[in-house]
Nanobody, 132 residues
């Protein structure tokens, strides 16, 4: 049974930092690209960042480029998202997801978005709240 569990969310002031973690079990972690999505109240879920199975390729949404850094440790089956210079607009539930496919990353880079159907396994989310 696949389990994806996020942690590290919380309340932070604007300009501050948080580091999210995501552990995945029940799957071969380094067979999967991993991604972070977020969903604010009343808005659609949007892709924030994703990383290839090896960590060699990454994608960032324009809204977080230069502020967020995605990384992974395959030995620990763990995905990270370092979030710096946080803004109130970053307030959302953050979800971790796993996706498989040899063309997943190239498709995302070509599209410029992270379609949720590309990712088959999802966590329950961790809340990030940025106060002004």
């Amino acid at each position: 049974q696949v389990q994806v569990v996020e942690s590290g969310g919380g309340l932070v002031q604007a300009g501050g930092s948080l580091k999210l973690s995501c552990t995945a079990s029940g799957l071969t972690f380094d067979d999967y690209a991993m991604g972070w999505f977020r969903q604010a109240p009343g808005k659609e879920r949007e892709g924030v960042s994703c990383i290839s199975w090896s960590g060699a390729t990454t994608y960032y949404a324009n809204s977080v480029k230069g502020r967020f850094t995605i990384s992974r440790d395959n030995a620990k089956n763990t995905l990270y998202l370092q979030m710096n210079s946080l803004k109130p607009d970053d307030t959302a539930m953050y979800y971790c997801a796993a996706g498989r496919g040899s063309s997943l990353m190239t498709s995302i880079q070509a599209l410029g978005v992270m379609p949720t159907p590309f990712f088959g396994y999802w966590g329950q989310g961790t809340q990030v709240t940025v106060s002004s």
